[in-house]
């Protein structure tokens, strides 16, 4: 398995630091805000990194951090008139929620900066006994000056930083370089207390202990945007150096930016899109396969054109493999166990694995999905070959997140022409909802109902089922 690696700037052999197991942690998001569809594409590329390691067996542990405690969020909880911590779990909640609904598995440890507080003021403490840290006006800074190794992940040298040091407004700093471990308290603001009096801790503390917390002082994988290399990725590696003398982590991964219309996605330019937005407007795979369908090192642009042509390769594997079933007769679980060893499709796979072992070059990956469903829908093949290649199209595209809705939408025997007339009824008693002319409205749905078709009207619009 090939890793591009940040530290060494190119692919590297990856070897664990114990066989058969994945130390993995990727940086997870600060809880002020929903999170943006740029986010979207972090979260996705790393819960692939670790589903393709579980495909090959390995024992995997993925620790990802939930930032709660950040100028951010205070800034937020002024501006919503909100306490800090109710903002806190308000965002937190919103992102378990969306991750879920992207088909993100759950990491297996998700801690909250404020559930570590004791370990970091300890860090914090050790790193400024040492002689690494020093404290200024309540505030600790770390000294970049003090490790030599300072800006070995990112390439900055201090030196460089120097230059900017007259756009420096903080004179509690003694160099430009030097970063936040500890921040003094303003009135009205959240505080702990610590050897330097009331406070909170910085960003990059808070990750650096929560990774070593859950994997050990050094791991395999340290990942996330391109954008966190520097400061926030060279600054935990800065204070892992300071304290143990050993790399925090063996691979540093980053994946790409996400531009709209060629343009770096802001707020102020209305090109900003929640993955809440998007995920209102396609289906989670397809928003999925958009990103696997370009390398995750490079950049992406976001565009919807590409995301409905997403949507329509994924609805079209849904529909080849269940028209393949109904021709056959099979079900779901006849569909699972057809799995089996074929030459033919043997040499697919091993291209997919060849893909993803080079650096998870998962649109490659991504065509071998595609060579399956060629097979899965070609009537010139035999049928058994056919069911044995669908089998490895679910096994395969399972490694990347697809078919999470496969099982469901197998057991739904309504034929499309019924689905989409009932569907073509709901959407006509809306518009008379719309003109509030109840009488109608109910007596659609108790038409409907005699028919056997139950619909319920919900503060998310109008579901329906059929009864029996
Ligand atoms: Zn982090």
Redesign the pocket.
Known sequence: MQIYNTMTRKKEEFIPLEAGKLKLYA?GPTVYNYFHIGNARAFIFFDVVRRYFEHLGYDVTYVQ?ITDIDDKIIAQSIEEKIEFHTIADKYSNAFLEDCARLGVKKPHHQPRATEVMPAIIAYIDELVKQGYAYESGGDVYFSAESLPEYGSLSGKKIEDQMAGARVEENTLKRHSADFTLWKKSKPGEPIWQSPWGEGRPGWHTE?VVMSQQYLGETFDIHG?GID?VFP?HEN?LAQALALRHKPLANYWMHNGFLNVEGVKMSKSLNNFFTARDILDQFSAEAIRFFFLSKHYRSPIDFNREIIEESEKAVSNFYSSIKQLLLSQSKSYSDLKAALAIDPELDKIKLEFDRSMQDDFNTAKAVASLFDLNRIVRSDAQDPAFRLKAAALLVNLGEVLGFFGKLEETLKDKTPDLSRQLIELIISLRAKVREEKNWALSDSIRDQLAALGVEIKDGKEGCTWSIKG
């Open positions: 940086c951090n990750c996330g966190l926030h935990e």
